[in-house]
């Protein structure tokens, strides 16, 4: 399919470990984004890339979290030592960004459980 | 404290009635408006929008009205479908913001045969 693309659809993990999300967006899309969604509420903003640089991560929550876009295209998002709080359903986006407000299309998800 | 309010969790129509799914929001400096919807295990997809400069869209069987006095938007699905059940997430941007939505909690609408 031509869609975003998310990977892994779940992942558990203990309190403490790392993890790393990848999120393979519509291609010639130049703009990514990475929401949250905890249970019951709705997405919430971490990070946007225009091309490789983060243009604006004033979402991401801590300095554990951290995303890197180095070609433009695959974007992977890094927990470092995770808590329980970070269970949620991580979600990457991308648009042509071609015009403000282009619409954003949604992978499926990880969702990421820490126990 | 929430900028974009979807006050109600939960709306359940009749296959065929007209569905009004609600959203309230406080920050004067949004001037665009989205819709999104949700199926389960599924990330969200683009329905709607609206710009600050209009007060409704229309698109097939959605229209969304924007009242600014009243910082309200409503969505209305007429004639609902069965296939329409799902969440529907309001989202904002802001002025000079690229991306950086705002979005609701969410209102699950359950469309009955």
């Keep these: ?115 | 404290d929430q900028q974009v309010k979807q006050n109600s969790p939960s709306l359940s129509v009749q296959e065929g009635r007209i569905s009004i799914l609600n959203c309230d929001y406080t920050n004067s400096m949004f001037d665009y408006f989205l819709w999104y919807k949700k199926y389960p295990a599924e990330g969200p997809t683009f329905l709607i929008s609206i710009s600050s400069i209009k007060d409704k869209n229309e698109d097939g069987r959605f229209t969304v009205f924007l009242n600014k006095s009243a910082k309200h938007l409503s969505l209305h699905i007429v004639p609902s479908q069965p296939g329409d059940s799902a969440v529907y997430f309001c989202a904002a941007s802001g002025r000079g913001s690229q991306g950086n939505l705002i979005f609701g909690k969410g209102t699950k609408l359950s469309v009955k045969p």
Excluded: M
């Design chain 1, 1 to 115: 399919g031509a869609g975003v693309s998310q990977t892994p659809s779940n992942k558990v993990t203990e309190k403490g470990k790392y993890v790393e999300l990848r999120c393979d967006p519509i291609s010639g899309h130049t703009a990514l984004y990475w929401y949250r969604q905890s249970l019951g509420q709705g997405p919430e903003f971490l990070i946007y890339f225009q091309g490789t640089g983060a243009a604006d991560d004033s979402g991401l929550p801590n300095d554990r979290f951290f995303a890197v876009r180095p070609e433009g295209s695959v974007s992977t998002l890094k927990i470092q030592r995770t808590e329980r709080g970070d269970s949620a359903v991580y979600l990457c986006a991308s648009s042509p960004q071609t015009v403000r407000n282009s619409p954003l299309h949604f992978g499926n998800g990880t969702r990421l459980t820490v126990t």
